[in-house]
Every structure is written in structure tokens, then in C-alpha cells.
T-cell receptor, first 113, second 112 residues
Framework: AQSVTQLDSQVPVFEEAPVELRCNYS??????LFWYVQYPNQGLQLLLK??????LVKGINGFEAEFNKSQTSFHLRKPSVHISDTAEYFC???????????FGTGTRLLVSP | DGGITQSPKYLFRKEGQNVTLSCEQN?????MYWYRQDPGQGLRLIYY???????QKGDIAEGYSVSREKKESFPLTVTSAQKNPTAFYLC???????????FGQGTRLTVV
């Protein structure tokens, strides 16, 4: 069975600073990896996904993530954050083909001026 | 525009009552899912359905029931057997390959 660990429950950062949100997964088979963002009282919006190919994945809003198979990690990065990036971020894994998504517990990104 | 519509956005229920949350999608997706979200616990899978008239229990199905009579619709009933139903409920759907899940805007259920 797959599992996802998001190592930080909350990450405070100043505006225009870089940020990294960490995600590690465990699975004995190839997986698809996702990062979703959730703003208060809203659903989840896909930021980016890794299905295959290049290990560096670029997403919306200037975010990117790197798939590292040897470390079973899929960390999310942004070189310069904005106040509007304040939200909760979820890492998720799936084996695809109707296989259910397994989510981490989320990381709350708090951007202050 | 294609998407997933959940209704209502906010729902209040008295203890001992059943309540049904609506989820409709016009994305022509085969698979649909219900998740429950509690603070600090991420999203936990309640039920999912890969095809009409078929569904499977997820990790926390006790106290919930679903139906899938139409491809577009996957309503969730929170029964009186659910001991702690106050939560944020999210519906999602995926393509055949399961390469991306699309989410509704959620329903916040509060027991009063």
C-alpha cells in the first residue's frame, strides 16, 4: 500500500523568499505524484503532477517539484512566494487507472509581508 | 464549463438525522470519490465508484452510504450511525487512466 508523509505541518515564510514543502512517499510500484493547493473553504486545485519522463515538473503559479526516485521524494518549491500563496498544500500519490489517491496530512504555507 | 458541483456549500444537521450531500459532474469521468477532511488529518477516502451501479468502501465508510445510479451523480448520505459527522466533505472524479483528480468546492457539514 502507498503512503505519503508531509514532514512539516506549517511553514512560515516572508514574502519574496524561496520555499520548499517536503513530501516523501512509500510504494513498491511505480506511482503518479501530485501536489494540490487548497484555499480556505474551497476544494483542491491541481498545482502539478508527475506521471513519467522528466523528473522536474513545472506547475501553475510558479511552482515546481522534483521527483527523486532514490529518495522517494517529491518536494515542492517556489523561488519567490507571494502573500496570495498562503494556503494548504497536499501531496498525493496514486497508482493510476482508478486507483485511489492517497493524501498526506497537508502543509500550511503562511506568507507574511 | 465542465466541472464538479457539490451542494449545498453549508449544511446543518440535528443529531440522529440522516442527510444527503449532492455531487454532480459533467466531465464524463467514470470514477467518482468522496473524501472527508478534518483539521490536521488530510483527506480520507469514504467511498469510491468506478462505474455506474458499483461502488467500494474506502478507509472510513462506517456510518456513510452512497449510490451511483447515473454516471454524472454520486450522492453521499451521512447516516445517524456516523458518530462524528461534523467535517468538510469533498467529492472528486478522475479519468479512466486516473491521471488527475478534479475536485468540487466541498460541503461543510455541522451537527447541531
Amino acid at each position: 500500500a502507498q503512503s505519503v508523509t508531509q514532514l512539516d505541518s506549517q511553514v512560515p515564510v516572508f514574502e519574496e523568499a524561496p520555499v520548499e514543502l517536503r513530501c516523501n512517499y512509500s510504494s513498491s510500484v511505480s506511482v503518479y505524484l501530485f501536489w494540490y493547493v487548497q484555499y480556505p473553504n474551497q476544494g483542491l486545485q491541481l498545482l502539478l503532477k508527475y506521471l513519467s519522463g522528466s523528473t522536474l515538473v513545472k506547475g501553475i503559479n510558479g511552482f515546481e517539484a522534483e521527483f527523486n526516485k532514490s529518495q522517494t521524494s517529491f518536494h515542492l518549491r517556489k523561488p519567490s512566494v507571494h502573500i496570495s500563496d498562503t494556503a494548504e498544500y497536499f501531496c498525493a500519490v496514486s497508482r493510476g487507472g482508478f486507483q485511489k489517491l492517497v493524501f498526506g496530512t497537508g502543509t500550511r504555507l503562511l506568507v507574511s509581508p | 464549463d465542465g466541472g464538479i458541483t457539490q451542494s449545498p456549500k453549508y449544511l446543518f444537521r440535528k443529531e440522529g438525522q440522516n442527510v444527503t450531500l449532492s455531487c454532480e459532474q459533467n466531465l464524463n469521468h467514470d470514477a467518482m470519490y468522496w473524501y472527508r477532511q478534518d483539521p490536521g488529518q488530510g483527506l480520507r477516502l469514504i467511498y469510491y465508484s468506478q462505474i455506474v451501479n458499483d461502488f467500494q468502501k474506502g478507509d472510513i465508510a462506517e456510518g456513510y452510504s452512497v449510490s451511483r445510479e447515473k454516471k454524472e451523480s454520486f450522492p453521499l448520505t451521512v447516516t445517524s450511525a456516523q458518530k462524528n459527522p461534523t467535517a468538510f466533505y469533498l467529492c472528486a472524479s478522475t479519468t479512466v487512466a486516473g491521471q488527475q483528480a478534479f475536485f468540487g468546492q466541498g460541503t461543510r457539514l455541522t451537527v447541531v
